[in-house]
T-cell receptor, first 112, second 112 residues
Framework: NAGVTQTPKFQVLKTGQSMTLQCAQD?????MSWYRQDPGMGLRLIHY???????DQGEVPNGYNVSRSTTEDFPLRLLSAAPSQTSVYFC???????????FGPGTRLLVL | KQEVTQIPAALSVPEGENLVLNCSFT??????LQWFRQDPGKGLTSLLL?????REQTSGRLNASLDKSSGRSTLYIAASQPGDSATYLC???????????FGKGTTLSVSS
């Protein structure tokens, strides 16, 4: 199993550009979520999903969009990038019978 | 709203010492609590998960306890080693599949 994979590893955007951060897992996990990690702020939940077709907002959802059309994939879309979205983004997944969270390696995003 | 606090923010110990990392949470109606390890520039690795009905979990030199009534969890590391140097994060979930609220972490440095 590859576990949780994230692409790209690093990205530089200009203010106003849009992009999609990819997240995939091959463990057939029902639950998937996106976090951002900022110095001094810790990890904060952006959006999460309890299954295909079901998503909900976390603590900091503004400026981000998600969808979950398959069990395996949970992409995070930045609609119009802002410097405040410079961060490290982590995707995580878990199985509802256990809920141990498995994290991807992260995507470092720099918005200029 | 659940809030998670970790004290101290940083800790330095000599090799071989037993140590305790502290985590407190404001809402005792938690579903589970997890401890993670994060190495610099890396993703998170789950160490231990404690369900709300459990009091403790053990894995090798690690033991995590949960006291819902006092809103506290501790991570005990026995016979610390330089390889234990990392940031340790605790996170609480209030409902199945609703993802985690993280503390800001304790950065541990073990010197040889």
């Amino acid at each position: 199993n590859a576990g949780v994979t994230q692409t790209p590893k690093f990205q530089v955007l200009k203010t106003g550009q849009s992009m999609t951060l990819q997240c995939a897992q091959d463990m057939n996990h029902e639950y998937m979520s996106w976090y951002r990690q900022d110095p001094g702020m810790g990890l904060r939940l952006i959006h999460y999903s309890v299954g295909a077709g079901i998503t909900d907002q976390g603590e900091v959802p503004n400026g981000y969009n998600v969808s979950r059309s398959t069990t395996e994939d949970f992409p995070l879309r930045l609609l119009s990038a802002a410097p405040s979205q410079t961060s490290v983004y982590f995707c995580a997944s878990s199985w509802k019978g256990d809920e141990t969270q498995y994290f991807g390696p992260g995507t470092r995003l720099l918005v200029l | 709203k659940q809030e998670v606090t970790q004290i101290p923010a940083a800790l330095s110990v000599p090799e071989g010492e037993n140590l305790v990392l502290n985590c407190s949470f404001t809402d005792s109606a938690i579903y589970n609590l997890q401890w993670f390890r994060q190495d610099p520039g890396k993703g998170l690795t789950s160490l231990l998960l404690i369900q709300s009905s459990q009091r403790e979990q053990t894995s090798g030199r690690l033991n995590a306890s949960l006291d819902k009534s006092s809103g506290r969890s501790t991570l005990y590391i026995a016979a610390s080693q330089p390889g234990d140097s990392a940031t340790y994060l605790c996170a609480a979930s209030n409902q199945a599949g609703t993802a985690l609220i993280f503390g800001k972490g304790t950065t541990l440095s073990v010197s040889s």
